[in-house]
Antibody, heavy 121, light 110 residues
Framework: EVQLLESGGGLVQPGGSLRLSCAASGFTFSSYAMSWVRQAPGKGLEWVSA????????YYIDSVKGRFTISRDNSKNTLYLQMNSLRGEDTATYYC??????????????WGQGTLVSVSS | QSVLTQPPSASGTPGQRVTISCSGS????????VNWYQQLPGMAPKLLIY???QRPSGVPDRFSGSKSGTSASLAISGLQSEDEADYYC???????????FGGGTKLTVL
């Protein structure tokens, strides 16, 4: 059974940093691209970043470029999102989502339960 | 302002057929396939339709998707109370080099 379990969310001050983790199980982690998708309170879904299975390729939404870094450790079956220079508009539940192939494919055949990031002073 | 445009709400009575539209442009829906996601209250999203019209295993055939040009639609037939949820369309946007979502449609079963 595929499972994705996010952790690392919490309350942080503007300008601060957080690192999110997503522990994966039930599939060959290195064979699939992974993504982070966020949802601000009461709002819709917003794709944030993606990484190929081999980490060769990474992608970011413009609003987080230069502030967020996606990475993965295939030996630990874990996806990460390092978030620096956090802003109020980054407040959201962050979901990790699996793609259907190493280089991409369809987004989100499996999703984690989400971790809440709150940016406030 | 979402890149893909969906109606904010839709409704129907049990047993009815409801459709939800999703409008985009040449750089997203016009040149790539569309996915649909269902998000039940308080839950994570779930893939409902991929590649415009394909259903993952376990998704009832009451759910169907279609695409024409720069627009896509999700149809739900035989509406049930458990279908009450938010529905999102999404596609890869070749100009933005990112996945883009619609703003979501809240479906109410009356």
């Amino acid at each position: 059974e595929v499972q994705l379990l996010e952790s690392g969310g919490g309350l942080v001050q503007p300008g601060g940093s957080l690192r999110l983790s997503c522990a994966a199980s039930g599939f060959t982690f290195s064979s699939y691209a992974m993504s982070w998708v966020r949802q601000a309170p009461g709002k819709g879904l917003e794709w944030v970043s993606a990484i190929s299975g081999s980490s060769d390729h990474t992608y970011y939404i413009d609003s987080v470029k230069g502030r967020f870094t996606i990475s993965r450790d295939n030996s630990k079956n874990t996806l990460y999102l390092q978030m620096n220079s956090l802003r109020g508009e980054d407040t959201a539940t962050y979901y990790c989502a699996k793609y259907t192939s190493e280089g991409g494919g369809e987004l989100g055949d499996y999703w984690g339960q989400g971790t809440l990031v709150s940016v406030s002073s | 302002q979402s890149v893909l445009t969906q109606p904010p709400s839709a409704s129907g009575t049990p047993g009815q057929r409801v459709t939800i539209s999703c409008s985009g442009s040449r750089s997203n829906i016009g040149s790539n396939t569309v996915n649909w996601y269902q998000q039940l209250p308080g839950m994570a999203p779930k893939l409902l339709i991929y590649s415009n019209s394909q259903r993952p295993s376990g998704v009832p055939d009451r759910f169907s998707g279609s695409k024409s040009g720069t627009s896509a639609s999700l149809a739900i037939s035989g509406l049930q109370s458990e279908d009450e949820a938010d529905y999102y369309c999404a596609a890869w946007d070749a100009s933005l080099n990112s996945w883009v979502f619609g703003g979501g449609t809240k479906l109410t079963v009356l």
